[in-house]
């Protein structure tokens, strides 16, 4: 499993779990949790978090140094295409010309449902401006691969809504979406537990991002190993093919070579 690596763009990585930085209690946990992940990559609000824009807050950046992870800022809070860019701007420059984003354009405030049409607009500004752009997006296939049409280096559905821990609702799109696309697919929002991470490995999925799943369990560090453990497991089990399923039982063992005594 060494060389089964992910490539994301002009990156890769060992880890295929993507882990939040949100909803901890506070940066020593947030610390822990990430560094029992795994994770490679880290993504980060930038509307929400500070990275350096507030020179009197706590910097996240002190806790989750650039040297050791990939920070993936995401435009978490945008409704509209305008913001979700400028947000991607902003990070470029506090990181120093790092490229590599994770654009959201949500349609509203309450569901946190993305708006298609809107991060659609956002993804062409910002490809066409250099950026490498991973994409939360619906569990549309049409709407998929489009994105992907237009330069999406990974596209990342919805399992379930953001945060819900309801797990993956509708398996059959995004076997369609997976089976369709050449770039990573990775399933971003609604895993509740290390089962979730495992069924979106083992349909094919290219990796997972989680935050509340990991942040909100009643053991946080604890859940983020579970999770590591969860995407190897699952992954592992895609590339060795799982056997057939059947209504009917069948013997295990052999039904020739039978002893038999008198």
Do not use: W
């Not at 604890?222 to 992954?235: E, F, P, T, Y």
Request: glycine share 8%; with cysteine; proline share 4%.
């Amino acid at each position: 499993m060494s060389a089964d690596l992910l490539t994301i763009g002009s990156r890769t990585f060992g880890s295929r779990l993507l882990v939040g930085t949100g909803k901890y209690k506070d940066l020593t946990e947030t610390a822990a949790a990430i560094d029992a992940s795994g994770a490679e990559i880290v993504t980060v609000a930038i509307r929400r978090t500070n990275i350096g824009q507030n020179k009197d807050e706590p910097n996240l950046l002190d806790v989750i140094s650039p040297e050791r992870y990939t920070i993936l800022p995401n435009t978490a809070g945008c409704f509209d295409a305008d913001s979700a860019v400028r947000t991607c701007m902003l990070a470029r420059e506090l990181l120093d010309g790092h490229n590599l984003v994770k654009l959201e354009v949500l349609g509203d405030d309450k569901n946190l449902y993305p708006n298609v049409i809107e991060t659609v607009k956002a993804a062409q500004v910002l490809i066409d401006d250099g950026f490498e752009v991973m994409v939360y997006t619906s569990d549309d296939p049409i709407v998929a691969k489009e994105l992907e049409s237009m330069g999406c280096v990974a596209i990342m559905p919805l399992g379930s809504l953001i945060g819900s821990g309801l797990g993956l609702l509708n398996r059959h799109t995004l076997s369609l979406i997976i089976e369709q696309t050449q770039v990573p697919v990775l399933v971003d929002a609604g895993v509740g537990t290390a089962s979730d991470a495992a069924i979106a490995m083992e349909l094919g999925c290219d990796g997972v991002l989680m935050n509340t799943a990991i942040a909100h369990a009643k053991n946080p560090v604890l859940m983020a190993s579970a999770m590591k453990h969860a995407v190897i497991a699952g992954r592992e089990a895609y590339l060795a093919g799982r056997m057939p399923a059947r209504y009917m039982a069948q013997a295990s063992s052999p039904q020739t070579g039978y002893f038999f005594t008198k």
